[in-house]
């Protein structure tokens, strides 16, 4: 497993480089943690601001629940996470 320790600007940057549809992730922010696959990236543009959102599909969840990340939104609160690209090594990522 590779291991960064990058800041929050570094950490959304490599989110939004290296994040694809059905890689998995596990994301820690303010009092959140999630975990599942990527069903989407969007890059639309919000209110003539750019937005960076991911939808995930959260595992082992009874209800089949997703939840939409507004990394914008919560770049100053995430924690750590963990990508688990396809068919790649996994990297684990500590906001410093």
């Known amino acids: 497993m590779k291991q960064l320790e990058l800041t929050t600007q570094e950490a959304v940057k490599y989110l939004k480089e290296n994040v694809k549809i059905h890689d998995k992730i596990e994301i820690s922010y303010n009092r959140i943690f999630a975990e599942g696959e990527v ?39 995430i924690i750590e996470f963990v990508h688990y690209p396809k068919n790649k090594s996994e990297v684990e990522v500590t906001v410093v």
Do not use: C, Q
Request: net charge negative; glycine share 8%; hydrophobic share 40%.
């Open 39 to 77: 069903l989407n990236v969007d890059f639309s543009e919000y209110f003539g601001k750019p937005g960076f959102k991911l939808l995930v599909s959260l595992d082992e969840s009874d209800l089949g629940a997703t939840v939409e990340i507004d990394v914008y939104e919560v770049e100053e609160d």
